[in-house]
């Protein structure tokens, strides 16, 4: 980075300054560090504005074609990485302007009127969020898919259903990916809301107030791609709603992120193999030869912490701020982008463990077994075929659990005078119900985790992917 100031004051502003500013005072106040990150929505914003000045007459067409022009080339020179960016000049609005002057002169001067930094950096941020909107959507789309084709293979599947990490029922492979695939579908469904409700444009709100040039806002608005312009030139330049909704869908994205990663964790150790990752999504331990650790699993878990982070620092920033602009919203950068960037990460290496991942399938069975995961089956059964009333049935069944784990067998070896010795009308139908099989299978309630069911949502969420979004 150059420092192009002469110790006089900024070029840009400096009208009304005999001195430039102190070293501290410039190392705090300047963005350019990281709003670089922005100078293509900066000169896409630019590049409209100057096409609807000169189409309202506000500026010549000539100096519209040398403004067009230089951007480009300023843009080029930006992606060509030999771009001297000056923190003299703050931020990357001033940056490209200044850089638009040595290239074409003075009618880059012009390029300014009708608009302030205020609904410019408005504007950039929007269209970028929107873009990160656009990423996360396509994200999700490709980390449901790979929920899906696993659920698919394991559609039947048992496997042990947990409350409280405690063996509760049998439930099927299928079912429990297909658990994610709701989650990540709401998910989904937050960005493309919170992408609707941003996509209005700040742009000719200038400094708060609106101008008194006879801007064409719809024109701008239409160019770059949003609904309509905003209707109030106060909101449009002091709101961050937009950068708030889009860090808190991150938030709940990545709180799902991190519950699949840790369910991973969990799998994939010694104790349980449930899973087996690959090795494209496993690293190994310099000391201990055996090890297979499930690094990217953790680091996603581990996610929501900076993501959150980000939501709380934007959060408090914004909040007891005064309509409209102050500079306190230049902390909003760093934090979105952060947040996006790691959301983006954790979703696309999320997406290729769940791809590449086997779920071990006898493995799965076996523990579905254990820990009388069909105790309720048995006493869904003495409700339905002995006639007791659900209370008593618990009861029952309750004291037979507690006769098999005396006699370290599971409820399907109980034989049926040892049942019958607990309760007298237990006849042998009752065997039907206590293998893990028997047990998914009636669950056929809406939503529930019979292959059936699980079958028809796969199915359901196959059509929904091929329709395109509202
Ligand atoms: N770098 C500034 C930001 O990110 C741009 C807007 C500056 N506006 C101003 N009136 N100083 O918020």
Redesign the pocket.
Known sequence: MTDKSDSAANSMWGGRFAAGPDAIMEAINA?IGF?QRLYAQDIRGSRAHAAMLAATGIISTSDEKAIGEGLLTVLSEIEGGDFPFSTAL????MNVESRLKELIGEPAGRLHTAR???D??ATD?RLWVRDQCDAAIEGLGALIRAALSQAERGADWVMPGFTHLQTAQPVTWGHHMMAYVEMFGRDLSRFQDARRRMNESPLGAA?LAGTSFPIDRHATAAALGFDAPMANSLDAVSDRDFALEFLSASVICAVHLSRLAEELVIWSSAQFRFVTLSDRFSTGSSIMPQKKNPDAAELIRAKIGRILGAAVALFVVMKGLPLA?S?D??E??EQVFDAADNLMLALAAMTGMLSDLTANRERLEAAAGAGFSTATDLADWLVRAAGLPFRDAHHVTGALVAMAEAQGVDLPELTLDQMQSVHASITPDVYEVLGVHDSVASRQSYGGTAPDQVRAQIARWKEKLKEKPA
């Open positions: 963005s709003d703050e931020d990357i609005h302030s930094r205020n410019q950096v941020f400094a602009y500079k919203m230049q909003d950068k």
